[in-house]
């Protein structure tokens, strides 16, 4: 047949594949340095944990570990993320504020299907997480872009905008926020610009949608009290995952929120998938029980601290100086401008076919700005990988001015 | 806050709970014989070849399979569904034509995102599967009915709807259909109607979503092959699962189809999961690769031909003679026709009263006709709570006319 055209749906048709997706596709099998991806370093994968963890409970609970179980989570996991979740200033919440999802991504996707319809009003980070920009273009907002400083997200700028859109008797229905360990902007709100968005939501009556998904990698510094901390009235819809502190792999996320909200999340999910791997679940809550990933935390984030003073060190020795760079208090990225009349698109062919992979910043903005961006990963490349994949790309950007 | 309503979008208010949904969570934590769901018999979990596969997996591949993979599925288990698909008939395809999915469930919903658009015409068999009609109501198709009959939906009812919408210039986009074992009637598509089917797909130019949970659970005669086997032009989508044959708590299905299609859903997944999770996906290549599932199967299917003599043979002593009902020859499933006066919906909170949950059969009918019918499944409940659970609805319908 391979007519397919006439049978897909409108937005299919919508959904193209972008071309930074298929050009880092390109990197598949072949001998690339890759900064694109967001991988966690595997040897911070608690293996022998994970091992003992499923042996046991495959012996004592197989029944209910390999069978179908509730949409909205295992009441194990349930429990052991209210206690998990106290870790990042969150209490005075139950099991029934929680809900498991099939990593942060299908809370991401489930969240603003649920919340968001065409041309709703919705404030994002510039720049901010890709893949959720992705899930958001599809449900076709009106995006705010609120530029990100190093305190945080410009909220005086974003108080003018909230200003005229009620002025021209516009409601905003919610803002996406990264507030800790910023991706791709590796910042971390102060704890009083927390406060403050905090009074905005409430005076101008908006959601925020806050993913910690960086809340236990911060390690310059103190990681702040989540905002879902600070949320006395129930506007918060917190995401957390297990992918960056204990395995992607499993893929794992969670939500706490209001129990309205994990009413409406469940109902929806149900049709997604019926429920997240059960098995799955009850590792996890056996992690956190056993302290299994409240005791490796430590050592990740200093394995992440070492790495990326690396790569800031090789930055500092490579790259041109009209190159400015972020020093990300924690997570995985560090995000670079380079020179205006480098389009870090196009560049990216260039650098893939000398042997190292990023992603372009734009992806990042959802008006697609900030074609002299990059986003550049740290976690997964080995020392020497990153040493020489920065050299690489300092003699390509070099050669560009 | 608590004011939720305000924020959702247009489609979760659509979106609301099922009664019976509602109804059926009574069960939880009570002593309820319960005949609703479809979970699989737990003595069938291959669990110590899990556990055991688990333990070489991590010792041998942690680090793959602990980390993010491939949005359409790790590789080494999309080789092995080539394989195990042609037990199914199915051949001439390769890795790139299977898509890995989180359960079947996210496959079916996936797929009608793709394909179908509000007021599309779609056709699916009366009674079918609830969830697959839960997740096309969502995109407002014009639903047509085909009657199942004990040799498959009556093709030539189908064929004369065909006629109709064509001299009308309506064009059919697709029809939903479980050929094998089918869920609820327990019926099975002989081998000439599947030939049929096939040539009125390519007559009327429509696509078939092929759904084959049941194909490796048929315990009476042989299992036909698969629409999919007979397919010459790529318009079947096939959807198999690990839930019925493995564990459904791995959450683990698969798609064939076209790669064109595959890349679709591929895009669409990235969005709603990123992928479907690594490690439960060594597992089933694994259990695929060590021949575990293969010969598990026919001791689950000799399994739930015994449970189902015993449903038959208690339905035959306990149920007035005014009840109709299949004799399925696979799958997990009888289906009932009570007298007409009698609606199923209204009967069961009082059958839950009295200790025993089914799914009233209007669910599974796109027009929710059927009120008098009821879905009853025989592979979860024990042989004793079966001829007990079966006695007291019994007393029940009696009671009733």
Redesign the interface.
Known sequence: ??K?QP??????NE???SEI?DLLKLTEGREVISFA?G??D?ST?P?ED??KI??EV??TK????????ATAGVSELRKQLVSFTALRGVTNINENNIFV???S??AL?IIF?????QGDHVFVEKPTYL?AL??LR??KPEFHGVPVTEKGPNLHEMESQLKKLKSEGKRV??MYVIPTAQNPAGTTMYLEERKYLMELASAYDF?IVEDDAYGFLVFDGDSPPSLKALDT???VIYLGTF?KIL?????LGWVVA?E??I??LE??K???????????QFVAAEAIKRGVIQTNLPKTRDLYRRKRDIMIDAINNYFPDAVKRTKPVGGMFVFAWLPEKIDTTKMLQEAMENGVAYVPGSSFFYDYSGRNTMRINYSFPSKSQIERGIEILGNLIKSKL
Do not use: C
Not at 7 to 12: D, E, H, P, V
Not at 113 to 117: G, P, T, W
Not at 271 to 280: A, E, R
């Open positions: 047949m391979a397919w049978f897909l749906s409108k937005q299919t959904l193209k594949s997706r991806g991988l966690p595997p994968f293996v994970i091992k499923i042996d495959l012996d197989s029944s209910s570990a390999l069978q179908y179980t999802s099939v990593g991504q299908e996707f299907n649920i919340l968001v319809d893949t992705n899930v599809v449900r229905k919610l959601l009235e129930g506007r992918s395995s992607p792999g499993l893929r209001d309205e909200i009413r409406e109902l929806f149900q049709n997604v998938d019926l429920h997240t791997p059960s098995l799955n």
